[in-house]
């Protein structure tokens, strides 16, 4: 059973810092990996979806990259703002199954000013 | 245009009644799903529902029920409702979750007294 853990599952920084969250995952027989932003009380936000074949994605100040054979993911966000408040989830869909993401907990992340 | 929407957002009810939660999606995806995210900010799949398949999750009591009359609508209905219930549900959908990810909807706040 695939299981996904994310460290840290709190975050607490300045602004203007260069992050890095972390996403791991216990069967790398994935087709793909996919980060999400909650905001408190709204729904997901799709940031980046990663395929098994590709090493990296990147959007704005966003860059996800993948190591399937070890089984991580890492979300960087440079040059961090406020604005970046909210929780980042990862989510895995295994290969070979019913295509359904399994989630981690996610980080909460407060950037202030 | 909202991709995937819930309705209700918010669901106040009484412990025994039974409620319903719908949800559309206008991306013309093939696939829909329920997800519940506890107090503690976890997201769990309950079903997932295409054109040909129900798959029900086995941790899921056979209370909720889902109903989908076509491929652009998946209501969830719950009998019986427990405290334990309460929960944000979130729908979403995808065209082929290996390949082009997951819209999810903004949630539904179910609160059981």
């Known amino acids: 059973k695939q299981e996904v853990t994310q460290i840290p599952a709190a975050l607490s920084v300045p602004e203007g810092e260069n992050l890095v969250l972390n996403c791991s995952f216990t069967d790398s027989a994935i087709y793909n990996l996919q980060w999400f932003r909650q905001d408190p009380g709204k729904g997901l936000t799709s940031l980046l979806l990663i395929q098994s074949s590709q090493r990296e994605q990147t959007s704005g100040r966003l860059n996800a990259s993948l190591d399937k054979s070890s089984g991580r993911s890492t979300l960087y966000i440079a040059a961090s703002q406020p604005g970046d408040s909210a929780t980042y989830l990862c989510?895995?869909?295994?290969?070979?199954?019913?295509?359904?993401?399994?989630f981690g907990r996610g980080t909460s992340l407060i950037v202030h000013p | 245009d909202t991709a995937v929407s819930q309705t209700p957002k918010y669901l106040v009810t009484q412990m025994g009644n039974d409620k319903s939660i719908k949800c559309e999606q206008n991306?013309?995806?093939?696939?829909m799903y329920w997800y519940k995210q506890d107090s503690k900010k976890f997201l769990k799949i309950m079903f997932s529902?295409?054109?040909?398949?129900?798959?029900i999750n086995e941790t899921v009591p056979n209370r909720f029920s889902p109903k989908s009359p076509d491929k652009a609508h998946l209501n969830l209905h719950i009998n019986s409702l427990e405290l334990g219930d309460s929960a944000v549900y979130f729908c979403a959908s995808s065209q082929d979750g290996r390949v082009g990810g997951y819209t999810f909807g903004s949630g539904t706040r179910l609160t059981v007294v």
């Open positions: 991306l013309g995806h093939d696939t």
């Open positions: 529902y295409n054109n040909k398949e129900l798959i």
């Open positions: 989510a895995v869909v295994q290969s070979g199954g019913s295509y359904i993401p399994t």
